[in-house]
């Protein structure tokens, strides 16, 4: 079972900052936060993941909580491009439990 | 580089019949995951593979489904006979190290109907 917690839908204004949060208030200190997301007809797409400090790369900004138990994925100037379904998805950082567990995700519309 | 490649994108089968799908992974790549979303679920890992050797195959469904990966190189799943429920997009992944922590890359998925 997923260990995250997302809102099921978001809508966002093109030009605007879409963020997008995730509660994960079980997450054990040895696991990462990522954030995945599908573009309609396409597989999952990586796009960022923190463990403690927030981060920022060329596709957004994750900023998570000082307890780690929730976090904020930002787009900064949303686009109708970033219309998808995002997963925020907690894994160990060690060679346990490799695998993704993928929850339901938040899909998130970005409009004109 | 080119990306994690799948084939076919879609394949539509009769109940029954056998399909086989295959991933070729990023150039180097020694981990090749295997995912599937089935109809109205989430994503499901399915297993893992390090280069020829099954590391982690605890998600596959049942002894229809076949996963190998001769060589090191492409894999293929197999499901055989396929049943209604097999329904759904199968993604393929890789990743170069074993714990990914920079994230794994995923193909375009092959979209499974059987009828």
């Known amino acids: 079972d997923a260990k995250t917690t997302q809102p099921t839908s978001m809508d966002c204004a093109e030009g605007r900052a879409a963020n997008l949060p995730c509660n994960h208030s079980?997450?054990?200190?040895?696991?990462?936060v990522y954030w995945y997301r599908q573009i309609h007809s396409q597989g999952p797409q990586y796009i960022i993941h923190?463990?403690?400090n927030n981060e920022t790369n060329e596709m957004a900004s994750l900023i998570i909580t000082e307890d780690r138990k929730s976090s904020t994925l930002i787009l900064p100037h949303a686009t109708l491009r970033d219309t998808a379904v995002y997963y925020c998805i907690v894994r160990p950082s060690n060679n346990a439990g490799n695998m993704l567990t993928f929850g339901g995700g938040t899909r998130l519309m970005v409009k004109p | 580089e080119a990306g994690v490649t799948q084939f076919p994108s879609h394949s539509v089968i009769e109940k029954g019949q056998t399909v086989t799908l295959r991933c070729d992974p990023i150039s180097g790549h020694d981990n090749l995951y295997w995912y599937r979303r089935v109809m109205g679920k989430e994503i499901k890992f399915l297993l893992h593979?390090?280069?020829?050797?099954?590391?982690?195959e605890s998600g596959m469904p049942n002894n229809r489904f076949l996963a190998e990966r001769t060589g090191g190189t492409y894999s293929t799943l197999k499901v055989q006979p396929a049943e209604l429920e097999d329904s759904g997009v199968y993604f393929c992944?890789?990743?170069?190290?074993?714990?990914?922590?920079?994230?794994?890359?995923f193909g375009s998925g092959t979209r499974l109907t059987v009828v």
């Open positions: 079980t997450i054990s200190g040895n696991e990462y």
């Open positions: 992944a890789s990743s170069q190290d074993l714990q990914a922590v920079e994230g794994y890359t």
């Open positions: 923190g463990l403690k």
């Open positions: 593979f390090v280069k020829e050797s099954k590391q982690d």
